[in-house]
């Protein structure tokens, strides 16, 4: 197990296997990447704050797919789902895409809200390994505390 974590945003959670941590930036809090030979292409952790104002958690998820769609080359939302995440209510989506260079990606994200902000887990890998992956996405998730909100 890995632990991941950034003290100044309250966050830490721990993953199966060897993950790099990389430096946070903008509303990146948490980025990590799965060591090699750990897939057909590298899984990602990423972990994102966004300020809210008074957005309600189904229309930021709602937008945040929609978003994406419109960004991501072949993006498709296989799944919507409700969940927990850092012991909070969480909306949960499952989604795959192309990415720049052909990869087909996977990608399980968790988002929450916390007052007036909110806190995305998004977690990829190839499409070909996610039902491999999909317990240790879950439990990256259910690893997850975040103890301040953006």
């Not at 300020?51 to 229309?59: I, K, M, T, V």
């Not at 769609?69 to 192309?98: C, E």
């Given at each position: 197990?890995?632990?991941?974590?950034n003290?100044?945003?309250?966050?830490a959670?721990t993953?199966?296997?060897?993950?790099?941590?990389?430096?946070?930036?903008?509303?990146?809090?948490?980025?990590?990447?799965?060591g090699?030979g750990?897939?057909?292409v590298?899984?990602t952790?990423?972990?994102t704050?966004?300020s809210?104002?008074?957005l309600?958690?189904?229309?930021?998820?709602?937008?945040?797919?929609?978003?994406?769609?419109?960004?991501?080359?072949?993006?498709l939302l296989?799944?919507?789902?409700?969940?927990?995440l850092?012991?909070?209510?969480?909306?949960?989506?499952?989604?795959?895409?192309?990415?720049?260079?052909?990869?087909e990606?996977?990608?399980?994200?968790?988002l929450?809200?916390e007052?007036?902000?909110?806190i995305?887990?998004t977690?990829?890998?190839?499409?070909?390994?996610?039902?491999g992956?999909?317990?240790t996405a879950?439990?990256?998730a259910?690893?997850?505390t975040?103890?301040?909100a953006s």
């Amino acid at each position: 197990m890995t632990e991941l974590k950034n003290t100044e945003a309250g966050l830490a959670l721990t993953a199966r296997g060897s993950w790099e941590q990389a430096e946070p930036a903008g509303n990146v809090i948490l980025a990590a990447r799965a060591g090699e030979g750990e897939g057909s292409v590298a899984a990602t952790i990423v972990v994102t704050t966004s300020s809210l104002g008074n957005l309600e958690l189904q229309d930021w998820a709602r937008g945040t797919s929609e978003l994406l769609g419109s960004r991501l080359v072949g993006y498709l939302l296989l799944d919507q789902s409700s969940g927990r995440l850092a012991g909070r209510p969480a909306a949960v989506t499952l989604a795959t895409y192309v990415d720049d260079q052909g990869a087909e990606l996977t990608a399980q994200q968790w988002l929450a809200i916390e007052g007036r902000g909110g806190i995305t887990l998004t977690i990829t890998c190839g499409t070909e390994d996610f039902p491999g992956m999909r317990a240790t996405a879950e439990e990256i998730a259910t690893s997850l505390t975040w103890e301040k909100a953006s």
